[in-house]
């Protein structure tokens, strides 16, 4: 009997010790560093209904020239209230002949919805496997974390696409930007891309790359 009122007290206690430990929310505090673990939190007492809500995704963001499309993000420094929630969203709006580059999300895996047009989306696995599909109004598809993938528009009108993440900061690495749109020497490019001179140097001035 003893016994299992120790075992008993023990739990409560451990319930108790473990729910203490847990907060509510932690709302970002954008005006200190951001750390691989997120953002330090803001007092809560000083929380208020505008840190849980976000009105950015209304309407398309700034257009991008390049890829002829627009990409709105909702992650934490844009929507502090998602620190430390592992959620987050985006909205992309592709022209007629837009495209969201090949490019990976290390963090997270995301989940494209269409809301308006049509989308062809894919990804590539580690074993070089290509997964592609035409996404209409309603129809959604889930990128693995990490793996290399794009969007492009697939119709004659404007598409309109909303994502969302395991994780509110889910990192983006732009392939064609990682690899000319900085200073590695084009002499290296060369040898680890297979592409020749003309082609890697046209590929720098396009994507603001030097050397």
């Known amino acids: 009997m ?11 206690t451990l319930t108790q010790i473990i729910n203490a430990l847990v907060q509510d ?3 970002a505090d954008l005006s200190g560093p951001e750390t691989p673990s997120g953002y330090t939190c803001k007092p809560s007492a000083n929380a208020t209904v505008s840190d849980f809500v976000f009105t950015g995704l209304r309407k398309p963001g700034p257009k991008i020239a390049l890829i002829k499309a627009s990409v709105s993000p909702a992650f934490t420094a844009q929507f502090p209230g998602l620190n430390g929630q592992g959620v987050s969203l ?6 007629p002949a837009g495209v969201i580059p090949m490019h990976t999300h290390p963090g997270a895996a995301e989940l494209v919805l269409v809301t308006k047009g049509i989308v062809v989306s894919g990804f590539i696995s580690t074993a070089n496997q290509v997964y592609v599909a035409k996404l209409q109004k309603g129809d959604s ?5 990490g793996l290399l993938h794009f969007q492009i528009n697939g119709g004659g009108n404007t598409a309109v696409a909303f ?4 994780s509110e900061a889910p990192g983006l690495q ?8 900085n200073s590695l020497p084009s002499d290296i490019l060369e040898k680890v891309t297979f592409l020749d001179d003309a082609q890697v140097k046209k590929l720098k001035a396009v994507l603001g790359g030097t050397g």
Not at 90 to 95: A, S
Not at 141 to 145: D, F, K, R
Not at 174 to 181: N, R, S, V
């Open 163 to 166: 994502a969302s993440f395991s």
């Open 25 to 27: 929310f932690c709302i």
């Open 174 to 181: 732009i392939t064609d930007f990682a690899l000319f749109g």
């Open 141 to 145: 598809m889930v990128i693995p974390q």
């Open 2 to 12: 003893l016994r299992l009122i120790f075992l008993c007290f023990t739990v409560f």
């Open 90 to 95: 985006l909205r992309l709006d592709l022209d």
